[in-house]
């Protein structure tokens, strides 16, 4: 009979057998995450917030080197602040949780639960800027959130998660847009090059913006069942904040002026998508660029093997780990190699290195891949460039691979009709003309679940015929079902 151990490392619901459980088997089963006996809310485990942390760094330090500072700001937001910019409020009410009282006494006003910061961030900009010579303002906070979710999945909608959010001051109109448009890029190199997820950069429509915002630019993925996720925003905020919360300026021509703000963020949702792009039938598989571990090494028993074969796998952790890699020497002599292999799939390492007493006669070792599971033997004087160069090949790979599953799942239409058979028989992104109207676009909503994904920023214009209603259109945009 299996043990609770070995169950865990093996059963795994097929992806083509059932998604949705499949994904939450891996997420749960790799330990990156697990339920709270609070309902919606997920327990990061230590596995999942090394993961979080290796993202995280990669963003702090690109953000840092684009001039912004990190800062933090109150979890609890009075009321009356949300109040201040109606359309934010009312974007946000739905999901917001309120403090009422405070130890045994009644609040005289509620307290939000932060959904998001514009509101007590405003607050604050408005006593620290008083001049042209205080802007650009360029904050970011890494915290938690909480959106009371009615229904929520581990990492992709949960009623708390971590995330970043910037919200950056600006002296004009086309400092703020292209504040917005730079940290897109940001993202979009942060998904690409090293979640290697590829994504579109576009706008969102009217409809689908940010509460408060002007403009809303976006990052889309497609996920390997076929829907699309939002990766991360970027809002260009107008002066609609500025003027709610009184955030002016004397600008050099000694004039009074109202600010130009952004906000953006990215969250954890972020590893739900690399678990859904990138994981197979036995589990994760991480980028290198972002994996805890990159390689686990596995020492090959035999007759007498633990005093040579241990001391070898120790030194040859010893080793890799000198040279910049992130590395696990698997010791424990009470599970099989074949056992250890699993786990480690299962958990996305993306190479494993194998040395038995033969490899040490031999004076070779063996790398596995985990995205394709090629078997190489080195020399072990080769083994530092080897490992750094199947690295960088699995990365490139494992991009490659998401943007053909991306490539094949496109799908540009021509007619409603076919609209309607591609989002129920085959899904993906669809291409197809829209004439620019909310309406229409809600009804494509209604009838069909698909939603406008995002009008993309490298559409060209071409004369087309609204997919739905057929009035004049004049770019393509991507639809799909989303999470």
């Known amino acids: 009979m299996a043990t609770e151990k070995e169950r865990f490392v093996t059963e795994i619901t097929p992806k083509s057998e059932d998604f949705s459980r499949w994904y939450v088997d891996v997420v749960r089963k790799a330990e990156l995450a697990d339920y709270s006996p609070i309902k919606g809310c997920m327990v990061i485990q230590p596995y999942g917030f090394a993961l979080w942390e290796n993202i995280r760094d990669v963003l702090d330090k690109k953000l840092k080197e684009t001039g912004h500072m990190n800062a933090y700001f109150p979890l609890f937001i009075p009321e009356s602040f949300l109040k201040k910019e109606a359309e934010h409020v009312a974007g946000f009410a739905p999901q917001v949780a309120w403090v009422t009282a405070g130890g045994d006494e009644e609040l005289e006003e509620r307290l939000a639960v932060r959904p998001t910061s514009e509101a007590i961030i405003c607050s604050m900009y408005a006593k620290w800027v008083k001049s042209w010579r205080d802007l650009p303002l360029l904050i970011n906070q890494w915290a938690n959130v909480v959106r009371w979710e009615k229904v929520t999945r581990l990492f992709l909608r949960t009623t708390e998660f971590l995330w970043q959010e910037g919200h950056t001051v600006h002296a004009t109109e086309k400092e703020a847009e292209e504040e917005a448009l730079k940290i897109l890029e940001i993202y979009r190199r942060l998904a690409e090059d090293y979640l290697a997820i590829p994504v579109i950069p576009g706008v969102k429509t009217e409809g689908e913006r940010f509460a408060g915002a002007v403009q809303t630019y976006t990052i889309e993925a497609l996920m390997a069942d076929g829907k699309a996720l939002q990766a991360g925003t970027t809002h260009n905020l107008g002066q609609h904040f500025a003027k709610a919360f009184g955030i002016r300026f004397e600008d050099k021509d000694q004039k009074l002026k109202y ?207 609204c997919i739905r209603c057929g009035k004049q259109a004049r770019k393509r945009v991507y639809f799909a079902k989303a999470y």
């Open 259 to 465: 600010a130009w703000q952004t906000s953006w963020g990215v969250s954890s949702r972020l590893i739900g998508a690399l678990v859904m792009t990138h994981g197979d039938d036995s589990g994760l598989i991480i980028p290198p660029m972002v994996a805890p571990i990159h390689l686990v090494i596995v020492p090959i028993p035999a007759s007498g093997w633990e005093e040579r074969v241990l001391s070898k796998a120790e030194e040859l952790e010893k080793t890799l780990k000198e040279a910049g890699f992130r590395v696990k020497a698997d010791l424990r002599t009470t599970y099989s190699p074949g056992w250890k292999f699993s786990e480690w799939e299962l958990k996305g390492v993306p190479m494993r290195l194998e040395v038995g007493p033969k490899d040490i006669e031999k004076n070779q070792v063996v790398l596995v891949r985990r995205d394709n599971r090629e078997k190489i033997f080195i020399p072990q004087n080769e083994m530092i460039e080897k490992v750094g160069i199947i690295l960088k090949e699995i990365q490139k790979d494992l991009f490659a691979r998401a943007l053909k599953f991306r490539e094949e799942n496109t799908h540009q239409v021509e007619s409603y009709d076919e609209f309607k058979e591609v989002i129920k028989n085959k899904g993906g992104f669809i291409r197809a003309f829209w004439c620019g109207d909310s309406a229409c676009e809600e009804k494509v909503k209604e009838e069909t679940t698909a939603t406008i994904r995002c009008i993309p920023l490298s559409a060209p214009e071409e004369d087309g015929k």
